[in-house]
């Protein structure tokens, strides 16, 4: 019994603090890029840490692509719609676009978007999503005659969209050069 009263009162015990609740740690390496095989109508630079995949969902086309980041397990979708010099076809694919986007609505406590433009003169949407959501970062590209390309981030994880943030900004970083060293191919 004395040695349980003398460890009860121990000067460990009157200096105890509680620790707050621990965050993964994720260790970003540099990024190097590789140029994606010449196999669909765009070819762009994706960083080498990441693999390209098919889509294999059932609805999903030819040209249709995940790259990969197996360490963060994380993918972005990558759907790619021929246009076919066709204005209300193109019009129908935007239109879905922000369908998806703002399907996070219910969750989202922001969504913001914004116009760049690319390298090639083109533009691109890119829409960036904050709160509890499934997509963080989301663009669309088009020359607006012959090729469509829409992406979107997801995580394939239980953590927090905060504790996430330094792997949401590393890929958001990736998406960037992807758009800037797209090239359609005929």
């Known amino acids: 019994m004395g040695l349980l009263a003398a460890a009860?009162?121990?000067?460990?015990s009157e200096n105890y603090t509680p620790k707050p609740k621990g965050y993964p740690r994720f260790d970003l390496p540099a990024t190097q890029y590789t140029l994606l095989e010449p196999t669909h109508p765009y070819q762009f630079e994706y960083n080498k840490v990441a693999?390209?995949?098919p889509d294999t969902f059932a609805r999903s086309e030819p040209d249709w692509i995940f790259i990969n980041y197996p360490a963060y397990h994380a993918s972005v979708q990558l759907t790619y719609k021929p246009v076919n010099n066709n204005?209300?076809?193109l019009r129908a694919m935007l239109e879905d676009s922000y369908k998806l986007a703002a399907r996070h609505n219910i969750k989202a406590y922001a969504i913001e978007e914004k116009k760049v433009r690319l390298k090639s003169g083109l533009e691109a949407s890119i829409i960036d999503l904050s709160g509890d959501v499934p997509s963080q970062v989301q663009f669309i590209t088009t020359d607006s005659t012959r090729h469509f390309l829409r992406g979107a981030l997801y995580?394939?994880?239980?953590?927090?969209?905060?504790?996430?943030q330094p792997v949401i900004q590393y890929i958001r970083k990736d998406i960037i050069h992807l758009l800037n060293t797209l090239k359609w191919r005929k």
Do not use: M, P, V
């Not at 009860?8 to 460990?12: F, Y």
């Not at 394939?156 to 996430?164: C, V």
């Open 155 to 164: 995580f394939n994880t239980a953590t927090e969209n905060d504790s996430l």
């Open 87 to 89: 204005i209300s076809r």
């Open 51 to 53: 693999r390209i995949l």
């Open 8 to 12: 009860c009162g121990s000067k460990d």
